[in-house]
């Protein structure tokens, strides 16, 4: 029986927007728009140096309606330097293919296939003994269990299956092409070729069901190596699924325990030990990071009051651990708190700070009010925050018990510091 071996990837998104990135007159912006393109000439890179026989894309190539054909001149080159090698290329579209005019509109190079949308399709490529099925989408919002229809195993063959899918759901994803793991290893396939989920997971390894993730993450939601899997079979058996990582740019959240630290001096060396850890880790690529300051620390109110001077001085100790050519900070976040509570005290001041230490369950209630009367004297306000800000999470009574406690902590240092 015929060996082979394929990469599988999914989720390109090439010339995804990332918005967001002119507001900050610091971010490399140019680097990260173009990372998604030299994350896929990694991809092909990689195909041709390890001599794969073909490659698997499980949807979303493009990234919504763009107009650009550009975007889509740029994956036919890149295709195309596929085919030449004599790799075939077997694609399917996903939700954001399914909106694209360039998707519609495109021809693909010779040797690069996109499967039907109109109903699952089968394509043998024979010289290797594989069937490969799948069904792209027609639509962004499908909602079906398209997987059902997808045809019975050829025997004989090596059954390679490609969905895009959220399988039985991932939190951030929307629920396209449902379905369960038990559903697609009873199917009698050989190895699932899953899309959409941008977070690799090996989801069984009998059969195989794998999400390779994306190819470059595009925002700190996407944090962490991204690549491709590169799949190796024996005598029509799965002998080796290995994660290739394949982005120029690292996405990561750096967490500096402050816990214990006498000044503000001693958070920043810590902040530079982990920057420094933190830039070597990510192996030459661009490191695209949030700093997340967490503990009990007696600098806190050195760090709390003013949050554009703190960022200032954590940019420059940054920079003591490397270039700025080597990492952009994207966001601080201060989670850091008081070392110890204030002294009690007698007079109205020790007063507020005991309510402010253990305040009343109605103290929720009247916070709530206050909130939803502030919002409701600005129309529109409410919507252009969004459902996720603290006002309107406090408004409808759902402020969550972070927030809470960062307003405690900043005020009792406040109070203490007067």
Request: glycine share 8%; with cysteine.
């Amino acid at each position: 029986m015929p060996s082979f071996r394929f990469l599988h990837a999914a989720d390109l998104h090439l010339d995804s927007p990332l918005r967001g990135l002119d507001a900050d007159l610091s971010a490399p912006a140019a680097r990260i728009r173009g990372a998604s393109r030299e994350a896929l000439s990694a991809l092909v890179d990689l195909a041709i140096e390890e001599k794969v026989d073909f490659v698997v894309i499980a949807g979303d190539l493009y990234d919504g309606d763009w107009s650009d054909f550009r975007t889509g001149q740029a994956l036919v080159a890149a295709l195309a330097k596929l085919t030449r090698a004599g790799i075939r290329v077997v694609a399917i579209r996903g939700n954001h293919d399914a909106e694209s005019q360039i998707t519609r509109d495109l021809r693909l190079p010779e040797g690069a296939t996109l499967l039907s949308t109109r109903r699952p399709e089968s394509l043998v490529l024979e010289q290797h003994g594989v069937v490969l099925h799948g069904q792209s989408f027609a639509s962004r919002d499908i909602t079906d269990n398209i997987a059902m229809s997808y045809p019975a195993p050829r025997a004989g063959l090596f059954n390679l299956a490609l969905l895009h899918t959220a399988a039985t759901g991932r939190p951030g994803h929307a629920s396209y092409a449902p379905c369960t793991v038990e559903q697609l290893a009873r199917h009698g396939y050989d190895y699932w070729a899953l899309g959409h989920i941008h977070t690799r997971e090996e989801v069984l390894r009998d059969p195989w069901i794998v999400f390779p993730g994306n190819l470059q993450g595009r925002h700190i939601n996407e944090a962490g190596a991204k690549g491709a899997s590169l799949v190796t079979v024996r005598d029509n058996h799965v002998v080796a699924v290995e994660h290739r990582t394949l982005d120029v740019v690292r996405w990561q959240r750096v967490l500096v325990d402050c816990a214990g630290a006498a000044d503000d001096g001693a958070v920043l060396d810590r902040v530079l030990r982990a920057v420094g850890e933190a830039v070597d880790a990510a192996g030459g690529r661009l490191l695209a990071l949030r700093l997340e300051l967490f503990g009990a620390t007696a600098a806190h109110a050195t760090l709390s009051r003013d949050r554009a001077g703190t960022l200032g001085r954590l940019r420059a100790a940054a920079l003591e651990a490397a270039s700025e050519e080597d990492f952009w900070i994207e966001a601080v976040r201060l989670d850091t708190r008081p070392a110890a509570m204030p002294v009690a005290r007698s007079d109205a001041a020790g007063r507020l700070l005991a309510a402010i230490a253990a305040p009343p369950p109605e103290a929720l209630e009247e916070l709530a009010d206050y909130a939803a009367q502030l919002l409701s004297r600005a129309p529109g306000l409410r919507d252009a925050l969004g459902p996720d800000h603290p006002a309107v999470q406090a408004a409808d009574g759902r402020l969550g018990a972070e927030w809470l406690d960062r307003a405690r902590d900043l005020l009792l240092t406040r109070l203490a510091e007067d």
